[in-house]
């Protein structure tokens, strides 16, 4: 009933900066939290970010500083500001989302985002 579509995602050499896009369609009324998680070749999954409908937000460590999470909710959109990327970020960057973190259900189809030394 959630369809999430992913977008931003490139290639960017160390030190510069992505913003990633995931649009929400369908049953969108029942999404509070959204998240994104990130996967590299050969590593274990890793959320990233995660924001709320009321805008509370969460990073994991690795990303504190550097990224912003934030969501408008009237265009059922978050966005992912990535600054000062390191080569560590490379990974493909999947969006979630669902009633609560514990609960995320719906996921997009991912977007790669590479960062060269």
């Known amino acids: 009933q959630v369809q999430l579509v992913e977008s931003g995602g490139g290639l960017v050499q160390a030190g510069g900066s992505l913003r990633l896009s995931c649009a929400a369609s369908g049953s969108i009324f029942y999404i509070n939290t959204m998240a994104w998680y990130r996967q590299a070749p050969g590593k274990q999954r890793e959320l990233v970010a995660t924001?709320?409908?009321?805008?509370?937000?969460n990073y994991a460590d690795s990303v504190k500083g550097r990224f912003t999470i934030s969501r408008d909710n009237a265009k059922n959109t978050v966005y992912l500001q990535m600054n000062n990327l390191k080569p560590e970020d490379t990974a493909v960057y999947y969006c979630a989302a669902g009633p609560r973190k514990t609960r995320l259900t719906f996921w997009g189809q991912g977007t790669q985002v590479t960062v060269s030394s």
């Open positions: 924001i709320t409908r009321g805008g509370s937000t």
